[in-house]
Structure formats: structure tokens, C-alpha cells
């Protein structure tokens, strides 16, 4: 079996020291700080936090406290009524300038999101792509969409879920503040602290009026949801914690987006494209299904339940996963996985416990990997991360639907 290693220059360590050279007023020693006011603070508590990739101690968040986020959300105010007299076409490129100097920064960007949240190297980069693609079309297309309009009255408020990082909170920063307002985000809690502190350090070079703060959500949500000087929240996560900020926002009357998760399944009759299935079988897995847009489960016309696991079954087989900076030759590329380890332990063994419940209630294990068919460094390494690796894996499958009538058509089916 074939000795699989660290690739040399992706350590975290590594990654860190040039997160420090490229942003040293935005990293301090073994820790990060918070952006408020225009400047770098070394403030907050910084929190413990470990590597979902092999449980290694990494940077954790400053936390805040209640009044220091207050004080943060009040001074992204004041930074916020002077940019919205910025003329469109200085806020243009300024952006434009922060973009270059993040496209610079991309492959850095990308390591860190693999050591903080365990995406593969292909997904970390397409994640920060995601970012830097769309914010370059709303340069293009900005001026229609703000003609005869005006900024809001106060700072957009970002709360996102730890999962995009680049894509959907530093997306949103960027165009909120082309747009004519300043912007407001607090880290996600379980990952993504040091990709966020180094990406808003190259832009606020630039000037772009940022903020970026950490904390738990329980100290930090009176003011970043309820404070009065909040222009718009802008919420994107999980439907347990967006059903907090409702209500304050209901009370103060803020303008707000509530983007909530909706995992949905497939249905699957009257229907021939096995091949188009079966490589959306394969897509699904990607990240191992920690996004919205997974489809966790497939519902089956009875008729077509054979030729469906036939399609199914060999796509589910074909996934890779396992450690996302292990190779075999120090000169070998990073590995092209489908998934790397879950975001935490709890996550792993809720998955794990999810799947005991499914079979002990009648479903029917359809395909089980084994843990020596993912990627590890070493002993320890595989070790760390076995009920993370090898529960995603796993697929069950209940008795398939039988139609009582014609059933609609999914667009695009056969």
C-alpha cells in the first residue's frame, strides 16, 4: 500500500506564517483580530479551536462581547454615512482593486478553507472563485441596479453559516459595498476565522468600509440584529439559528434577507437519463453533502428501483474522500477528492447515530466503504478521522413509491 503524505507547503503552520507576511496588521503571534473602525484590534477572547482535518490545535475567533460589538456596529455606522456619498464609480475601483489583490492571494484563500473546514482543494478553490467570479459580474452590471436608488440608512448586518466562507459571506461584503453601504459580518463559529481575516485585510487596504467580528451568536446578536443603526440583516445558515433573529427584527422593523436551509429530495419516475442521474448521484456527495443543496434522499417509482440502483449504486462507489493534502510523491498534485472529513466530532457522530436509527427502523443498507478506501497520512491520522470518513459512505434505502396516478414530470426528464 502506497505511503501517503503531507504535501510539502500545505502544513497549517505554513499557511498561517503567510496568512502573518501577507496581512500582519490582520494576524498577530498565534492569533487573529477584529476589524472595526477601520483598524485592526486585539481585542476578544480567543477561542480554542482545532483542524476538522486531523484534530490539530489552529487559530480560533476573538470573541466579544456584548458591549465591544456594540461598539463595533456603532462605529461601522459612521464609516457607513461617509461612504454612501462615495461617487459609484470610485466604489468600482476600489472593489476592482480589492479583487486583484485577492485573486493574488487565491491559493492561500483556498488552504486556509481546507484546514478550517476541511473542503478538498477543489472545492476551496471553487469557493473562493465563486467570490471573485460573481463580485467581477456586479462590476459590470452595478450601474442599473443602483440608477435612482440611494444606500440604505445603516450597514448591512452578515450572518452566515460556516460552510461558504468566501462565496456567500465575503461575496455579499463585497457587493453591499459597491453597492454604497458599509458592511458588517461576524465569523462563523465553527470555521473559516483565518480565510475571512485574510481576505478582508487585502480588501480593507483598499478603503472598503468592513467590519469583521467574532463571538457567539447568544453576545453578539443584540447588536448585529437588533441594534438601531443596522441599515439590513442579512442571514444565511441553519433553520435553528435563523429562528432566532425574527423576532428583534420584527421589533425594530429592519430590513432583512433570511436565507434558510432546505434540504430537498429527488423524485425520480417516469424517467430514463440514467446517466445524467448518476453523475448528480456523485455531485450530491460533494462536500460530503454539508451544503443545502445535497438531496439527502431519493424517491423511487417502484418500476424503477432496479434500473435506479444500477445507475446509483456504482456513481455512490466512485467517490473519493479521505484527507485533502495527502500524497503519495512530494511532487504529486493535491488530491481531486469528493469529500474530506465532516466540520467536527458532533457532526460525525450525529451522522453516525442517524444512521444506526434509519437501519435499526427497517432501512436497508445498500453500500457501505470501508475506511481503508479513503486517502490518510498515517495511523493517527486515519484514526481521527474514521467516523467521519466512513459514515459518509453509507446509503439506506427504504421500500421504493409506487405512483397511485400519473405523477408531474420533473422539468427536463424523460
Known amino acids: ?11 497549517w503552520a505554513e499557511a498561517h506564517a503567510r496568512a502573518l507576511a501577507a496581512a500582519p496588521e490582520a494576524f498577530h503571534d498565534h492569533r487573529v483580530l477584529n476589524l472595526h473602525g477601520g483598524r485592526w484590534h486585539r481585542d476578544g477572547v480567543p477561542v480554542p479551536a482545532t483542524t476538522p482535518v486531523d484534530g490539530r490545535p489552529i487559530t480560533g475567533p476573538p470573541a466579544l462581547d456584548a458591549d465591544a460589538a456594540r461598539g463595533a456596529v456603532r462605529a461601522a455606522l459612521d464609516q457607513h454615512r461617509a461612504w454612501r456619498h462615495v461617487p459609484l464609480a470610485e466604489r468600482r475601483a476600489r472593489v476592482a482593486a480589492a479583487l486583484d489583490e485577492l485573486s493574488a492571494h487565491r491559493d492561500l484563500l483556498a488552504l486556509l478553507l481546507v484546514w478550517e473546514i476541511g473542503k478538498p482543494w477543489r472545492a476551496a478553490r471553487a469557493d473562493v472563485d465563486r467570490c471573485l467570479d460573481g463580485v467581477r459580474w456586479y462590476l459590470g452590471e452595478i450601474d442599473g441596479m443602483v440608477e435612482g436608488r440611494s444606500p440604505l440608512p445603516g450597514p448591512v448586518s452578515n450572518i452566515a453559516s460556516w460552510n461558504y466562507p468566501m462565496s456567500v459571506l465575503m461575496h455579499a461584503m463585497l457587493v453591499q459595498v459597491l453597492a454604497g453601504n458599509a458592511a458588517v459580518a461576524k465569523t462563523p463559529t465553527d470555521g473559516g476565522t483565518a480565510c475571512l481575516t485574510l481576505a478582508c485585510a487585502l480588501a480593507a487596504r483598499h478603503g472598503l468600509p468592513l467590519t469583521l467580528v467574532s463571538g457567539s451568536g447568544s453576545a453578539l446578536s443584540p447588536a448585529l440584529v437588533g441594534d438601531p443603526a443596522v441599515g439590513c440583516v442579512n442571514f444565511v445558515g441553519g433553520r435553528g439559528a435563523g429562528g432566532r433573529p425574527p423576532p428583534a427584527l420584527a421589533a425594530t422593523r429592519t430590513r432583512h434577507i433570511l436565507e434558510q436551509e432546505g434540504l430537498n429530495c429527488w423524485g425520480v419516475w417516469e424517467f430514463s437519463d440514467w446517466d445524467l442521474l448518476a453523475a448528480q448521484a456523485r455531485k450530491a456527495f460533494e462536500y460530503g453533502k454539508q451544503r443545502c443543496t445535497a438531496y439527502p434522499r431519493y424517491v423511487v417509482q417502484r418500476d424503477l428501483f432496479d434500473a435506479f440502483l444500477a445507475a446509483y449504486l456504482p456513481a455512490v462507489r466512485s467517490i473519493s474522500f479521505g484527507h485533502p493534502l495527502a500524497v503519495a510523491d512530494p511532487g504529486d498534485d493535491l488530491p481531486d477528492l469528493d469529500f474530506g472529513p465532516l466540520i467536527n466530532d458532533a457532526k460525525a457522530k450525529e451522522l453516525a447515530g442517524t444512521i444506526s436509527d434509519a437501519v435499526a427502523r427497517g432501512g436497508i443498507p445498500l453500500h457501505r466503504a470501508r475506511l481503508s478506501d479513503g486517502r490518510s497520512c498515517s495511523a493517527t491520522d486515519r484514526a481521527a478521522n474514521r467516523v467521519r470518513s466512513i459514515s459518509m459512505r453509507r446509503s439506506t434505502a427504504r421500500v421504493p413509491w409506487t405512483p ?10 424523460r
Open 404 to 413: 397511485r396516478a400519473p405523477a408531474p414530470r420533473r422539468p427536463g426528464t
Open 1 to 11: 500500500m502506497t505511503t501517503l503524505r503531507l504535501k510539502p507547503g500545505t502544513a
